[in-house]
């Protein structure tokens, strides 16, 4: 009996001193499209691997604008949770005070093997403040199948073409929208609006910080989004209310011939289980506009660490994003939740290739995707293009005086 009893003591002892060291970080996480779902399954390996450390996942909104949002008052707050913060690309510089400096960490995360675009980003003052987990350039997607039917033998190469095919097929099908979109207010709109501005050869601030929105260019690229509404009428008026997932139902439900989303969206079109469009689905650039050039706007993500986590926390974070940037990782996210890798030789995995050839198709796109302005004060400046661009989008003015107020707000915010 008294060594049935020893025995129980030892034990509760052991899972005691065990629960004692037992490490719990928490980290952010998004759920667009199989990103949680695939996230959930790599923690589970990465928990079994590390026994002493427990990772708790808080679910964030889709919208980036309403994550961004709480972000602030998560770190305005002084709180050490969450630990791990998934932050999106236009991010570090504007949160770099609250974050852990990685940078005597570069070679333990093999920063070396990743695109350098990805680590630039991630690189604020000199230091680097977050690891990148993975990358994202706008994309077209298209019904193979209708352009086939209609005689069209390629993907549309310029946006005229988009609305002259878009026009031809949505006469001839019944409940057809030509063109899917983000049109919502919200940062999705931002990266919208950047890739039709730069493809009719505008942009927002020029090299040395100077607005340079208020040109023929950008009120020309304003105006064909709104046309794509009202004139050409392609685009349902619904689209102003639309994120990604919105855009993403709607192709996915058989109902458009074209859609501009991000990558992750191909691993959902193509599951013959929910979608009615599988094997039906093509990728391509986004059409060039009168400049003669596609534009892709940089997504994608990082992960950083919350300054104000123990030393503890700090280093299970860092074991924890050192696992989920791996190569290993990057190709079961890649090719799982359709999220491009960070990490350059993950492109030229056959697995890769065989579950998502547009991203090796693709490669030099994304690598070359146009950024959008890095500065601490982006948050403010990507409301001012929302509210502006929606305004137009909602006929609540026009492209030419949303402009003209875009630019004005946009001086102000940077005390020009």
């Not at 052991?14 to 928490?26: E, G, N, W, Y």
């Not at 450390?53 to 770190?75: A, G, Q, W």
């Not at 860092?318 to 190709?331: A, G, R, V």
């Amino acid at each position: 009996m008294r060594r049935f009893l020893l025995a129980v003591l030892l034990l509760t002892l052991a899972v005691v001193a065990f629960s004692a060291s037992r490490v719990t970080i928490t980290m952010t996480a998004g759920a667009v499209g199989k990103e949680l779902e695939v996230l959930y399954a790599q923690l589970d390996v990465f928990m079994k691997q590390n026994p002493n450390i427990k990772v708790s996942v808080m679910p964030m909104p889709n919208s980036s604008t309403e994550r961004h949002d709480l972000y602030v008052t998560y770190l305005a707050s002084g709180e050490k949770e969450p630990t791990v913060l998934m932050l999106d690309v236009i991010w570090p510089a504007e949160f770099a005070p609250y974050l852990e400096d990685l940078t005597a960490d570069k070679d333990y995360f093999e920063l070396s093997k990743f695109l350098p675009g990805t680590v630039k980003a991630a690189t604020v003052g000199g230091k680097i403040v977050a690891i990148p987990w993975f990358t994202d350039a706008g994309i077209l997607y298209y019904r193979k199948d209708l352009l086939e039917k209609y005689g069209f033998k390629n993907p549309p190469k310029t946006w005229d073409e988009l609305v002259n095919m878009a026009k031809t097929i949505t006469a001839k099908e019944k409940n057809m929208y030509g063109f899917v979109w983000q049109g919502a207010r919200y940062e999705g709109l931002v990266c919208d609006f950047m890739e039709y501005l730069v493809s009719f050869g505008g942009d927002v601030l020029d090299d040395a910080g100077n607005v340079v929105i208020n040109s023929p260019a950008a009120v020309k690229a304003l105006q064909f989004m709104v046309d794509l509404i009202y004139t050409h009428k392609i685009s349902p008026q619904a689209v102003t209310t639309y994120m990604e997932e919105e855009a993403r139902r709607t192709f996915q439900n058989g109902q458009a011939v074209f859609m501009r989303n991000w990558p992750y969206a191909w691993a959902l079109l193509n599951d013959p289980k929910e979608s009615k469009v599988a094997g039906k689905v093509g990728v391509a650039p986004l059409p060039a506009g009168p400049a003669g050039k596609s534009a892709a706007t940089l997504g994608g993500w990082m992960l950083g660490i919350n300054k104000n986590a123990t030393p503890e926390e700090k280093e299970a974070a860092k074991k924890l994003i050192k696992f989920l940037t791996s190569y290993d990782q990057q190709l079961y996210k890649a090719v799982n939740a359709g999220q491009n890798p960070t990490m350059m030789d993950v492109y030229k995995d056959p697995a890769l290739k065989k579950a998502a050839p547009f991203m090796f198709e693709l490669y030099g796109m994304f690598v070359n995707a146009v950024p959008r302005p890095r500065t601490a004060k982006y948050s403010e400046i990507s409301d001012v293009i929302q509210k502006y661009v929606h305004a137009a989008l909602t006929r609540q003015t026009t492209p030419q005086k949303a402009i003209e107020d875009m630019a004005k707000e946009l001086n102000k915010v940077l005390g020009k």
